[in-house]
């Protein structure tokens, strides 16, 4: 009976060494991203690339979660944004970027604390990896995943003007956009944390200038560095609409945006000192259509609303501002 029993306890310690750490891994990340969407941008309105995210965190425990977010970024990032898109309408919060040797983290706090399994949803975005000059360039995306990611979706943007555009791995040509870029999907199954996604970008391109001009440039920044305003960056491709999305009621999505013209707050500086693009500088209605439209986009992008209501709204906004 002894001998049994002592059989037993060594099964289940062999178990617990074996298996413990997954377990207690996943125990000990209350967050996980339920959604993301990343839409990468070589030259779109500057020679970087333009990277956007539209992500969708959850809590997983039972307890509300009010502590940092931690999201892995390349080095060298300007223009750090992070919003967050609740109640219709847009709030930046204060983001600081952390050195991490070979890469970096944006870092920052909900505003209000995350309650357990409520979701919580942000607009991300940045520049990074100049691509001066005219010819061959190329340049490396990745995301390596430090927490799960249930369903990553990407759009690549081949740039404007540019020929023998290739990725490796290779994305799905998805057809053009309304600005007229043509657009590649690449996804990926579920992440795990330390998995990642990573491809190689390659064009050719003999115009120096942007695919889209951006306005006027704006005063200085306290980075010393002058800084344009963005376009709206653009309509969301029909091409990004492929991917599956479950549509709202019509009328939530009007309040929606109904409410971001009186809700929209001022632009702040980030934490980490990276200047944000001054929209000032566009006339006041330009830039609330700008706010408009980019509104429209995330709530796309977020699976908030459907290709037909996003055009039907579309088409209202334009017609409001005509």
């Not at 949803?121 to 490396?140: A, C, D, M, R």
């Not at 709206?232 to 991917?243: E, M, P, R």
């Amino acid at each position: 009976m002894y001998k049994k029993l002592t059989s037993i306890v060594a099964l289940v310690l062999c178990f617990t060494l074996t298996f413990g750490v997954p377990v207690f891994a996943e125990v000990n990340t209350p967050l996980k991203i339920s959604k993301m969407g990343i839409s990468v941008m070589p030259e779109y309105d500057t020679s970087e690339v333009l990277v956007l995210y539209a992500l969708t965190f959850q809590n997983q425990s039972n307890q509300p979660y009010s502590g940092d977010i931690r999201f892995p970024v390349p080095k060298g990032t300007t223009s750090n944004i992070v919003t967050e898109n609740a109640n219709g309408s847009d709030t930046h919060v204060n983001l600081r970027a952390e050195d991490k040797g070979d890469s970096a983290e944006f870092v920052w706090k909900p505003l209000q604390p995350i309650q357990p399994n409520a979701v919580y949803s942000v607009h991300l975005e940045y520049y990074y990896n100049p691509l001066p000059g005219t010819g061959g360039k190329s340049f490396t995306y990745s995301f390596p995943a430090n927490m799960p990611v249930d369903q990553p979706q990407v759009h690549v943007y081949q740039p404007l003007k540019a020929t023998d555009f290739k990725m490796e791995p290779a994305g799905q040509p998805l057809g053009n956009d309304q600005q007229g870029f043509q657009v590649y999907g690449f996804s990926s199954p579920r992440l795990k944390p330390g998995d990642k996604i990573e491809f190689k970008v390659s064009y050719t391109k003999n115009d120096p200038s942007p695919s889209v001009q951006p306005p006027s440039a704006a005063a200085g920044t306290p980075g010393g560095t002058a800084q344009t305003a963005p376009a709206s960056k653009g309509q969301l491709s029909s091409a990004a609409i492929l991917v599956p999305l479950a549509a709202l009621v019509i009328g939530v999505a009007f309040i929606a945006v109904k409410a971001l013209g009186n809700s929209r707050p001022e632009e702040k500086q980030s934490a980490s000192g990276s200047a944000h693009r001054n929209r000032e500088s566009q006339k006041p209605v330009d830039c609330k259509l700008a706010q408009e439209k980019k509104r429209l986009r995330q709530l796309l992008i977020n699976g908030n609303i459907g290709e037909e209501t996003y055009y039907e709204l579309l088409s209202d906004l334009e017609s409001e501002h005509s």
